[in-house]
């Protein structure tokens, strides 16, 4: 995750927000980024004629779409007081601004509706009654609460794409259409990358919530599978200010390396505790603990830290779709738009993405149920966004059947920018033997 807007220690959970005013109470709102509709919806099409770029990436001629909105509700938490992360939104605000810039899907403009879960599995249930209510033909959530979301999801028959892939029920529930290995892959594959980096003991510092302690058991597992010694897992409240007496448990622990199972804006407090207490270890963890806001404010503290990530490093060229489509985005109102390098942003973008290629692909109109059918059926992989290659059909092993890709990127923070590390992309299911 990149920095929120409050201090302290913040969920391990994204949030996904276009940082615009929600429609009512609910702080749900229905948006893409175009001029204001009515009941405080908009649908983003360029005018008849200009030259735009495709889902495709490739430029194109193309009239505003006309036809009947494609409506995609996209979740997470805005309004809590561990995390605000509203760059998120952006990410799907900004694939739906090229998109039907480029004509839409067949003539069908793509409509966002965002949905503040507040941190809550209320607010997330509340958020996907709302989706069913209004027909939406697919569901992205950053945080969604497993079984609880899934369970009205399935049964309304509205697939969930591209999820950030925090919950088991990611991993494991039928409706659950994911697009890269989520979170708990990229920690189950830490204890390779510490191996690669020369480590010989690894241990975790986690947030006290399921979430990131099932995260921690991950790391064990993967640890035990490779023959690493496991030196413990450091749970750390969620609402901590103190971080001393945590490091210094750590540090009786004597790892070679560690994993931070913490959200980003926690980061550089935890490295300071760490250099006052002389806890000297290598820091591993996923892409928005290095975001640009993280580093700058980490400074030299941050220099050598590992990461696991289902992306190659922002400065990657196949990033070029995604930074020229935030471009435009931002030129057209579109905020937030500087906060790109996080994860959080990316995930949403491909999910739209995603839809709107399986969309091109069917010859019927493209609803939740058609859409689900595509997606199972769905034999040869598909090019999105120029970023990843999906097969939504592939399964993966016993622990995550619905995470058919394995594939993880190593990366290092070097000279306070982030930077491959060793061959570029693993398959972590078959480095760890995974079946």
Not at 302 to 328: C, H, I
Not at 374 to 400: C, E, F, R
């Amino acid at each position: 995750m990149s920095v929120g807007t409050r201090g302290g220690a913040a969920a391990l959970i994204a949030a996904l927000a276009l940082g615009v005013a929600a429609c009512g109470s609910d702080n749900n709102s229905s948006s893409s980024s175009g001029s204001s509709g009515s009941s405080g919806s908009s649908t983003a099409a360029s005018s008849s004629g200009s030259s735009t770029t495709s889902s495709s990436g490739a430029s194109t001629t193309a009239a505003k779409p006309t036809g009947k909105p494609i409506k995609v509700y996209v979740t997470s938490t805005v309004d809590s007081p561990a995390v605000s992360l509203p760059e998120t939104f952006m990410g799907a605000e900004s694939a739906a601004n090229a998109i039907n810039a480029a004509g839409g899907v067949k003539g069908r403009p793509i409509q966002i509706t965002t949905c503040d879960d507040k941190l809550t599995p209320a607010g997330g249930v509340n958020c996907v009654r709302k989706a069913v209510a209004d027909h939406a033909v697919a569901v992205q959530m950053t945080t969604n609460y497993g079984p609880q979301v899934f369970s009205v999801l399935d049964k309304a028959g509205i697939p969930a794409v591209g999820d950030s892939m925090f919950s088991r029920a990611d991993f494991t529930d039928p409706g659950s259409f994911p697009l890269v290995a989520g979170s708990n892959v990229q920690f189950l594959a830490s204890p390779l990358l510490a191996k690669a980096a020369g480590k010989k003991s690894i241990a975790s510092l986690a947030f006290d919530i399921g979430n990131a302690i099932d995260n921690a058991n991950e790391v064990k597992r993967a640890a035990q599978k490779i023959g690493m010694p496991y030196k413990g897992t450091v749970k750390l409240p969620l609402q901590a200010t103190d971080y001393a007496p945590y490091i210094q448990q750590l540090k009786n622990m004597k790892p070679d390396a560690v994993v931070m199972i913490v959200a980003a804006a926690a980061a550089p407090n935890i490295w300071k505790a760490a250099q006052q207490l002389g806890l000297k270890t290598t820091w591993v963890a996923y892409p928005d603990v290095a975001s640009d806001q993280v580093i700058k404010a980490a400074g030299n503290l941050a220099e050598g830290m590992l990461l696991t990530s289902p992306y190659p490093v922002p400065s990657d060229p196949k990033f070029a779709q995604y930074n020229k489509e935030l471009d435009a985005a931002k030129a057209a109102g579109i905020k937030y738009t500087e906060r790109r390098q996080g994860i959080e942003p990316v995930h949403p973008w491909l999910a739209i993405h995603a839809i709107a290629a399986m969309g091109e692909k069917m010859s019927g109109e493209l609803n939740a149920q058609t859409l689900t059918e595509a997606l199972k059926a769905q034999t040869t992989p598909i090019n999105v966004g120029g970023l990843v290659d999906w097969n939504p059909s592939i399964k993966g092993p016993s622990d995550y059947p619905r995470v058919g890709n394995g594939k993880l990127y190593f990366e290092v923070v070097k000279n306070g920018k982030l930077e491959p590390y060793g061959p570029g992309s693993t398959n972590v299911y078959q480095a760890l033997g995974l079946k």
